[in-house]
Antibody
Framework: EVQLVESGGGLVQPGRSLRLTCTAS????????MSWVRQAPGKGLEWVGFIRSRAHGGTTEYAASVKGRFTISRDDSKSIAYLEMNSLKTEDTAVYYC??????????????????????WGKGTTVTVSS | DIQMTQSPSSLSASVGDRVTITCRASQRINSYLNWYQQKSGEAPKLLIY???SLQSGVPSRFSGSGFGTDFTLTISSLQPEDFATYYC????????FGQGTKLEIK
């Protein structure tokens, strides 16, 4: 079974750090980009960032709201993705989801190239930033 | 940054109704548009990718259309399990979600 399990959430004071872990199983982890998405209480979904597969350089992209504070990394030997969060703010309080990013070439697409979507999601881990 | 705007923000409908949700991008995104369903207390689930391709295992009553800046998600005949919040997402440059559309029982 394809599965993602997040861990590492909890209560943390503003300005402190926290590292989230996403453990994957049931698929070849190294073949996929991985992304983090968060959801503040009662709010919508916000993309946080992603890391490309090693075949695509293993590089990262981040949302403006977390750039310079958050870092995504991966350990393909352990099938784990990490989200290192520094200088945490109260507005970072949210459920954090780990997702698999799948690229496909749809037969019916009007333009060529890969189309990316988040096809597998973990159940999420809650981060609360409060003094 | 590309902004995604969904309408309506909330919608009341009955079982058996045909429902359409709209998503508009602030710039052209070709077909780089995905739709997700999120039920209360659960993680989101991919429904539609590349604007109109149905994700494996998703019922055929769900369909997507659109190209460029304007997109729609249609549920042809609402079932009780479809009452949830729906999000569009662009994947043209990184990712951006719409604000969500909450579909409630009338």
């Amino acid at each position: 079974e394809v599965q993602l399990v997040e861990s590492g959430g909890g209560l943390v004071q503003p300005g402190r750090s926290l590292r989230l872990t996403c453990t994957a199983s049931g698929f070849t982890f190294g073949d996929y980009a991985m992304s983090w998405v968060r959801q503040a209480p009662g709010k919508g979904l916000e993309w946080v960032g992603f890391i490309r597969s090693r075949a695509h350089g293993g590089t990262t992209e981040y949302a403006a709201s977390v750039k310079g504070r958050f870092t995504i990394s991966r350990d393909d030997s352990k099938s784990i993705a990490y989200l290192e969060m520094n200088s945490l703010k109260t507005e970072d309080t949210a459920v954090y989801y780990c997702t698999r990013v799948r690229g496909v070439v749809p037969a019916a697409a009007r333009t060529s190239g890969y189309y990316y979507s988040m096809d597998v999601w973990g159940k999420g881990t809650t981060v609360t930033v409060s003094s | 940054d590309i902004q995604m705007t969904q309408s309506p923000s909330s919608l009341s409908a009955s079982v058996g109704d045909r429902v359409t949700i709209t998503c508009r991008a602030s710039q052209r995104i070709n077909s780089y548009l995905n739709w997700y369903q999120q039920k209360s207390g659960e993680a989101p689930k991919l429904l539609i990718y590349a604007a109109s391709s149905l994700q494996s295992g998703v019922p055929s009553r769900f369909s997507g259309s659109g190209f460029g800046t304007d997109f729609t998600l249609t549920i042809s005949s609402l079932q009780p399990e479809d009452f949830a919040t729906y999000y569009c997402q662009q994947s043209y440059t990184t990712y951006t979600f719409g604000q969500g559309t909450k579909l409630e029982i009338k």
